[in-house]
């Protein structure tokens, strides 16, 4: 059974900074590509970033280019993201999902002075 946990969400003031990290298990983390993907309050789903299988290839959504870092640790099945200079619209619930699909809770980050 795929199992993706999140953690790490927090109230943080603007400029401030997170690191979420995800613990999944139930499948061979190292082989499936990750990313992170946030839903607003009363918006939908919005992709943050991804990369693949081994943790390379980072892309990021044009909106937090720059200010996020995805991570990703086989040796650990975790994947982490760094986010500096948060801004209020980056507060959302925060999901790591495999790219086969599969949804963790989320974490939820609130952006905010």
């Known amino acids: 059974e795929v199992q993706l946990v999140e953690s790490g969400g927090g109230l943080v003031q603007p400029g401030g900074s997170l690191r979420l990290s995800c613990a999944a298990s139930?499948?061979?983390?190292?082989?499936?590509?990750m990313s992170w993907v946030r839903q607003a309050p009363g918006k939908g789903l919005e992709w943050v970033s991804g990369?693949?299988?081994?943790?390379?290839?980072?892309t990021y959504a044009d909106s937090v280019k720059g200010r996020f870092t995805i991570s990703k640790d086989n040796a650990k099945n975790t994947l982490n993201l760094q986010m500096n200079s948060l801004k209020p619209e980056d507060t959302a619930v925060y999901y790591c999902?495999?790219?086969?699909?599969?949804w963790g809770q989320g974490t939820q980050v609130t952006v905010s002075s």
């Open positions: 999902v495999p790219v086969f699909g599969g």
């Open positions: 139930g499948f061979t983390f190292s082989s499936y590509a």
């Open positions: 990369c693949n299988s081994g943790g390379g290839s980072p």
